[in-house]
Nanobody
Framework: QVQLVESGGGLVQAGGSLRLSCAAS????????MGWFRQAPGKEREFVAA???????YYADSVNGRFTISRDNAKKTVYLQMNSLKPEDTAVYFC?????????????????WGQGTQVTVSS
């Protein structure tokens, strides 16, 4: 089992930026796909971005062009750079890892999850 620890959340004004980090430990990292999801109060967990073992990214339409996912295999860390933040981006953000290298958008395709980090965007 892998342990995932997110960091970098906080309070930011609309139009601002944040960078989330997710550090992995417990098993090899470089050959597995990673994803970011978010969950707002009263809503289901939704896909934000994913990155495959090769580094190819994929984004939800709602964040495409504003968010960038990347990975540093040497540091076993995946990042989510969030720019032009909007109040509707407010949520708890979770990172997750798959046991295969291909990206996925469904939460149940991922095997291990972090504890989440709160992102709040004020208007």
């Amino acid at each position: 089992q892998v342990q995932l620890v997110e960091s970098g959340g906080g309070l930011v004004q609309a139009g601002g930026s944040l960078r989330l980090s997710c550090a992995a430990s417990g098993r090899p990292f470089s050959t597995y796909a990673m994803g970011w999801f978010r969950q707002a109060p009263g809503k289901e967990r939704e896909f934000v971005a994913a990155i495959g073992w090769s580094g190819a990214p994929y984004y939800a339409d709602s964040v495409n062009g504003r968010f960038t996912i990347s990975r540093d295999n040497a540091k076993k860390t995946v990042y989510l750079q969030m720019n032009s933040l909007k109040p509707e981006d407010t949520a708890v953000y979770f990172c997750a890892i798959r046991s295969v290298g291909s990206r996925a958008t469904e939460p149940n395709s991922y095997d291990d999850w972090g504890q989440g980090t709160q992102v709040t965007v004020s208007s």
